[in-house]
């Protein structure tokens, strides 16, 4: 399919999307298409010399747009009975309450990562390769493998959806504790789920407006690109506004058009990476689980390992892969989101983590290859709705 027939066909599910969901910007069916249509927009207003996306890109984001929105759809346009029930205030006193208490770790991390991380290196510089994995010497764990780092979140989801005036300085703390693992671990993703995550759950309470959004995505670009320039001062002389929108808004889609089809080792080893990873750890299989960090591509101007959300399925079992986990995913968002839509906490919270998700796919496939992680998410989003008997969080 040709780029502009793409157009079309993203055009015509944005609208249907939109008419299901009733106008909701965060409904999947309106957000994947929207997305889609954002990013191959950008490659013609972002300056670059990446040679032109071939009709194999064409037909693979064709393929996954429609199946999953009107998976999506069809899943939304179903009426369900609604999750009741607020939250023990008792139990998320005690996420707050772990997520204080847990904070230094990443002051001890920091410090860690300064002193033994190559001194030549920026300090900022320094903290970010101990995050990934740099650092064997250093002792204390990675923020982002210890369970701490869900708490750190969980807590700001429950201070901001439950927020009042008397909830005031938690709230403030759990947003300190939240930037302060940012910061420390120098993601920008993690500044843009704590934006997504809020945008979604003040959307869901009616809070703010699509206006809020607009504002504060622009006030999120700039601190991204200053974010990136600390990142990097002193260790290259390349720094460029171009080459990074390049890298972190167009490039996976051309590094998505260097992929072969149907070439993994192993049946389903990347889409499945999960049971892989159970069966090996169980010594039920001698199959190591493939990595989350995939390989490079070192060829400047891409230097890139991420292959959007069509990676695993297009490795795994080709175009025929797209379309399946396509419409299977697409049901899974499309019942979440209506589920919140009956303004559950325990959905709108649930739902909010997914929008981060469902956003993200341009970049890469995070739903099946961050199982294990959403699993502990959703396993302590719903313990503080377990306790029916235990006083709520919800304000008479």
Same mark, same amino acid.
């Given at each position: 399919m040709c780029e502009g027939g793409v157009f079309i066909v993203l055009t015509v599910?944005?609208?249907?999307?939109?008419?299901?969901? $009733?106008?909701?910007?965060? #409904?999947p069916s309106v957000l994947t298409p929207l997305i889609w249509i954002g990013m191959l927009t950008m490659t013609h207003l972002i300056p670059h010399t990446l040679p032109p996306l071939t009709s194999n890109f064409y037909d693979s984001i064709t393929i996954w747009v429609v199946t999953f929105c009107f998976a999506s759809m069809l899943m939304q346009s179903l009426k369900y009975k609604p999750t009741v029930g607020e939250a023990s205030k008792t139990a998320v006193n005690v996420y707050f309450i772990i997520s204080v208490l847990s904070a230094p770790i990443l002051i001890i991390f920091a410090i860690s990562a300064i002193l033994l991380v190559?001194?030549?290196?920026?300090?900022?510089?320094?903290?970010?390769? #101990?995050?990934?994995?740099?650092?064997?010497?250093?002792?204390?764990?990675?923020?982002?493998?210890?369970? @701490?780092?869900?708490?750190?979140?969980?807590?700001?989801?429950?201070?901001?959806? =439950? =927020?009042?005036?008397t909830r005031k300085s938690r709230l403030i703390i759990a947003i300190a504790i939240y930037m302060l693992f940012a910061f420390v671990i120098m993601a920008k993703a993690v500044l843009l789920q704590f934006f997504i995550v809020s945008c979604a759950i003040l959307l869901a309470k009616g809070a703010i407006k699509l206006k809020h959004i607009l504002y504060g995505a622009g006030v999120l670009a700039v601190? @991204?690109?200053?974010?990136?320039?600390?990142?990097?001062?002193?260790?290259?002389?390349?720094?460029?506004?171009?080459?990074?929108?390049?890298?972190?808004?167009?490039?996976?889609?051309? #590094?998505?058009?260097?992929?072969?089809?149907?070439?993994?080792?192993?049946?389903?080893?990347?889409?499945?990476?999960?049971?892989?990873?159970?069966?090996? $750890?169980?010594?039920?299989?001698?199959?190591?689980?493939?990595?989350?960090?995939?390989?490079?591509?070192?060829?400047?101007? /891409?230097?890139?390992?991420? =292959?959007?959300?069509?990676?695993?399925?297009?490795?795994? @079992?080709?175009?025929?892969?797209?379309?399946?986990?396509?419409?299977?995913?697409? #049901? /899974?968002?499309?019942?979440?989101? $209506?589920?919140?839509?009956?303004?559950s906490p325990l959905m709108v919270m649930i739902y909010a983590y997914c929008v981060y998700?469902?956003?993200?796919?341009?970049?890469?496939?995070?739903?099946?290859?961050?199982?294990?992680?959403?699993? $502990?998410?959703?396993?302590?989003?719903?313990?503080?709705?377990?306790f029916p008997t235990t006083k709520s969080c919800q304000q008479p």
């Open positions: 599910c944005l609208v249907m999307g939109l008419i299901v969901s $009733k106008y909701n910007i965060t #409904a190559d001194p030549n290196l920026p300090i900022l510089m320094r903290m970010r390769y #101990a995050a990934v994995g740099a650092v064997p010497e250093y002792g204390f764990g990675k923020p982002f493998s210890t369970i @701490f780092m869900v708490f750190w979140q969980i807590s700001y989801y429950f201070e901001l959806y =439950y =927020y009042d005036s601190i @991204f690109i200053i974010f990136q320039f600390f990142r990097q001062s002193g260790t290259t002389s390349n720094y460029n506004v171009n080459k990074l929108m390049t890298l972190y808004i167009i490039g996976h889609m051309y #590094a998505f058009d260097t992929l072969t089809p149907c070439t993994a080792v192993h049946w389903g080893e990347n889409t499945f990476r999960f049971i892989y990873a159970i069966t090996y $750890k169980l010594h039920l299989s001698g199959i190591e689980p493939i990595s989350t960090l995939l390989p490079f591509i070192e060829e400047d101007p /891409l230097e890139t390992n991420t =292959y959007t959300t069509l990676y695993p399925f297009f490795i795994d @079992f080709g175009n025929k892969g797209i379309a399946i986990f396509g419409a299977v995913l697409g #049901a /899974l968002y499309g019942y979440i989101f $209506k589920k919140q839509s009956y303004k998700l469902i956003i993200m796919q341009f970049i890469a496939e995070q739903t099946f290859t961050n199982f294990s992680l959403h699993l $502990k998410f959703i396993i302590l989003f719903c313990i503080p709705f377990m």
